[in-house]
């Protein structure tokens, strides 16, 4: 345990010694402090493996796997919401909710993406009211005081949501985000 902490340099063995505290030394309050950590950065990075991911397959043409690819994350992030509050997932959820409508208009599905443009606005408007790049709204993050988030999306959810529907080169996405966007 002690060469795992030594050698625990950006916290690259916080799971592992998280995971051994918990099992291994029956040591739970020692392992909430490993967990959090590694549970806040392993969400962090599976958002830019997912817009990776989300990239190539748009970049291929494969819609349908963008489409697969963008579901599957956001019902996974969706999971991590403590009592339905706005968490730091959010911000980032909003873009890729664009995306998602995005790639289902690529595929047809229009109704489907008015329902995902709605979404990123209701998503990037609850955040704005109370942003929080604190992790202390994660399910499951249960010591948060040295979790935080920045991203370059923008200065605020809702600008990051109109700067993702901007940089598309879908004039039917930005009539549908109009459409939206002045929608009560």
């Not at 991590?80 to 873009?95: H, I, Q, T, V, Y």
């Not at 329902?115 to 994660?138: C, G, H, M, Q, V």
Request: proline share 2%.
């Amino acid at each position: 345990m002690e060469i795992l902490k030594k050698n625990n340099a950006c916290g690259i063995n916080n799971d592992i010694i998280g995971l051994s505290l918990a099992v291994v030394c029956n040591r739970p309050d020692e392992a909430i402090s490993y967990l959090s950590l590694a549970l806040v950065e392993r969400l962090a990075s599976l958002v830019r493996i997912v817009m990776g991911y989300m990239n190539v397959f748009f970049g291929k043409k494969d819609y349908a796997s963008c489409a697969s690819i963008l579901h599957l994350a956001l019902d996974f992030f969706s999971g991590f919401k403590e009592n339905g509050k706005s968490n730091m997932l959010d911000k980032p959820c909003a873009n890729l909710y664009v995306c998602l409508a995005c790639t289902q208009l690529h595929l047809g599905q229009s109704a489907e993406a008015r329902k995902s443009l709605r979404t990123a606005k209701e998503l990037s408007e609850a955040f704005d009211k109370n942003p929080d790049y604190s992790a202390d709204n994660i399910r499951y993050v249960l010591e948060s005081k040295r979790h935080t988030a920045f991203d370059d999306l923008g200065e605020t959810a809702a600008e990051s949501v109109l700067r993702a529907v901007r940089e598309t080169d879908s004039g039917p996405l930005r009539k549908l985000w109009e459409e939206i966007a002045h929608e009560e």
